[in-house]
């Protein structure tokens, strides 16, 4: 497989072998090769040069239609759905759907056939007939999931193509996933798993392929292998700690003080943050994080307790919070950070227009872009570049320039190394450890538990919705961690 963009290389000359029954992972730095390699086996993207066998015989693979009749299913990292439509619908979505005597659609079996994909899932609690627009984000994804594993199709599915499936899902949905695609295995399925979560792909993947500025690199079973290896690999250099050490001392100055704080989803939250101290916020999916996090930009409004930011009452709005020190790096980059038809100058300084005054100055702007985008090592084609055309982990990387731009006094991350590799993740570390020792305040939530550990000086465990526990990170465990979201703390009922 080879395919460049305006002269420029994105792939060159990969070749790929995948056998039923087995998990080959496809590993590489965000802008390897890895996106591009899915979307010309899937004939979304035409390639320059290709040639596919299934079972040792020639298959064309022009378009999309063509890989579908194939048996090649795909599930993409980016949570792509019709919110406005049921769960059904988008599980069936590219499908005809059945109909009755060939003339009404079938509704009672559009129905049946999505819940029956998600039980394959053990997602029984979805209810299929909700706008999908309304579910939590690790529940799309399982949507997403079981429109792959909707039966009773023509072709038959010989290929499962899973990009960064459990980067929105916890660990207990992870588990589940997990479950499936041994079952997948056992019915003599491929799957070609694509994450940047070395642990994870060691735990379930039988082979493992890396790529590296969109050539082959290295492909070995699992066992011959090590996170070394593959770390090696990926990036041509070792990382021997996953996680800058804090090399300042935490700040005396109080930047964030909530006191017994409850909102209409948040439940008598009491803590203060520190100058330059960071905060991680855990728990189990929808325990409240997100809300916590938004409630400094100005979405949410507190019912009962008090709460401050620098001495003075918490913005009203998201623009007085970037206009007062506070950056917000969002869950889902594509739908709640960025204009993915805008250039990286626009998205950059896009909070921060106030500063150029009453006229728009281009020059200024895109040398500030240049800046904060050398701060963050952006890898683009310019300022201008469109943001929707660059990688996942360099679309991260313009949300965080976007933040440091503002000098930021307080930072709230929110999932911020979601879909990132492993050479990208470090950047985004040491940028949140320069500015915390510059006494910039960090609240952090991760599904991630080890980046939780890694990078946090306390961890406040939330359920429900309530603060549940307020913790000291150092020399604490996973394991330690998780047994905090299942024990309830009869002291902060």
Known sequence: MSK????????????????????????????????????????????????????GQPLSVNDARDAHEAGFRFIHQELNIIPQVSVAENVLLGRDLPRKLGLAVDWKKVKTLAEDALAFLGATHIDVTVPAGDLPAGDKMMMKIAAALVSGEQSKPVLYVLDEPTAALTGEESEKLFDVIERLKTKGASILYVSHRIDEVLRICDDVTVLRDGEFVASNEIPKTSKADIIQAMTGRNFKNAYPKRETQVGEDITVSLKNVSTSNLQDVCFDIRAGEILGISGLAEAGQSDLLKLFMGIGKIKTGSASYMNEALPGSPSEAWARGIAYIPRERRSEALCLDMS??????????????????????????????????????????????????????????????????????????????????????????????????????????????????????????????????????????????????????
């Open 4 to 55: 460049a963009f305006g002269g420029v290389s994105a792939l060159a000359d990969v070749t790929l072998n995948l056998s039923g029954g087995r998990v080959h992972a496809l590993m590489g730095e965000n802008g390897a090769g890895k996106s591009t390699l899915i979307k010309l086996i899937a004939g979304v993207l035409k390639a320059d040069s290709m040639s596919v066998e299934k079972n």
């Open 344 to 493: 990286v100058k626009s998205n950059i300084v896009l909070p921060h227009l106030s500063e150029y005054g009453f006229y728009a100055k281009p020059r200024l702007e895109s040398e500030d872009a240049l800046e904060f985008g050398d701060k963050v090592k952006l890898k683009s084609n310019g300022v201008l570049q469109p943001v929707g055309q660059l990688s996942g982990g360099n679309q991260q990387k313009i949300v965080f320039a976007r933040g440091l731009k503002g000098d930021p006094r307080l930072l709230l991350l929110d999932e911020p190394t979601r879909g990132v590799d492993i050479g990208a993740k470090y950047d985004i570390y040491l940028l949140v450890r320069e500015l915390s020792a510059k006494g910039c305040s960090v609240i952090l939530t991760s599904t991630d538990l080890p980046e939780v550990l890694g990078m946090c000086d306390r961890i406040l465990v939330m359920q429900h919705g309530r603060q549940a526990y307020l913790l000291e990170s150092a020399q604490m465990t996973s394991a330690d961690l998780l047994s905090y979201f299942f024990t309830d703390n009869e002291a902060a009922v």
